[in-house]
């Protein structure tokens, strides 16, 4: 039901596009997540957008660098990554809450089945 994509291989510095495409619902009313898991660490939200007025959310070690965005035609979610770190390695997971009241809710209705993003030369 909901699909994330995009991630791969990519040297440090460089640039990945990730989506998130729900096929059964319009994700247009749901607040959707990047969620992030590095090996043998804790998940780690790295980006929101909310359902009602589009207000994004960064966290600190990506903000600058990362972009998050609709395409309400599309029924997509992008995750633009700009100046790739081998820090940023992890699997990315799209989430997405109906009509949340906050921008990265606490607890979703659907959550993707990850992408694995790999930043190395």
């Known amino acids: 039901q909901l699909q994330a994509f995009g991630g791969g291989l990519v040297q440090p510095g460089g640039s990945l596009r990730l989506s998130c495409a729900a096929s059964?619902?319009?994700?247009?009313?749901?607040?959707i997540a990047w969620i992030r898991q590095a090996p043998g660490k804790e998940r780690e939200g790295v980006s929101c957008?909310?359902?009602?007025?589009?207000?994004?959310y960064y966290a600190d070690s990506v903000k600058g660098r990362f972009t998050i965005s609709r395409d309400n035609a599309k029924n997509t979610v992008f995750l633009q990554m700009n100046s790739l770190k081998p820090e940023d390695t992890a699997v990315y997971y799209c989430?997405?809450?109906?009509?949340?009241?906050?921008?990265?809710?606490?607890?979703?209705?659907?959550w993707g089945q990850g992408t694995l993003v790999t930043v190395s030369s």
């Open positions: 989430a997405a809450k109906h009509r949340a009241p906050l921008v990265c809710p606490l607890t979703y209705d659907y």
């Open positions: 957008i909310g359902s009602s007025d589009g207000s994004t």
């Open positions: 059964e619902f319009t994700l247009d009313d749901y607040a």
